[in-house]
Nanobody, 121 residues
Framework: QVQLVESGGGLVQPGGSLRLSCAPSGSIFSIDVMAWYRQAPGKQRELVAA???????NYADSVKGRFTISRDNAKNTVYLQMNSLKPEDTAAYYC???????????????WGQGTQVTVSS
């Protein structure tokens, strides 16, 4: 059973930085778009950033210029570098990826378990 495993969340002061990582736990055939979403208490889950296998990126307006998404295709890993963090960035961050587990299966959407990011002084 493939799972997306996230790491890197934590508590940071305003203006600080964190780096999130996410990778599938087992062997896979291929990965399509990889993305980070976040959900704050009482709010809907929202897209933070996404990256295609070719490296094209897309960001939410609220994080442009502060967050950078990247991926290492050899390691099937996606990263989210978060700089100049603000209290409003506080949320559970979820990794998402479209994965073909084997060449004979359909592409499926996978989610990580979430990692908490708290920005507070």
């Amino acid at each position: 059973q493939v799972q997306l495993v996230e790491s890197g969340g934590g508590l940071v002061q305003p203006g600080g930085s964190l780096r999130l990582s996410c990778a599938p736990s087992g062997s896979i055939f291929s990965i399509d778009v990889m993305a980070w979403y976040r959900q704050a208490p009482g709010k809907q889950r929202e897209l933070v950033a996404a990256i295609t296998s070719g490296g094209s990126t897309n960001y939410a307006d609220s994080v442009k210029g502060r967050f950078t998404i990247s991926r290492d295709n050899a390691k099937n890993t996606v990263y989210l570098q978060m700089n100049s963090l603000k209290p409003e960035d506080t949320a559970a961050y979820y990794c998402n990826a479209g994965i073909w587990v084997t060449r004979w299966e359909f592409r499926k959407d996978y989610w990580g378990q979430g990692t908490q990011v708290t920005v507070s002084s």
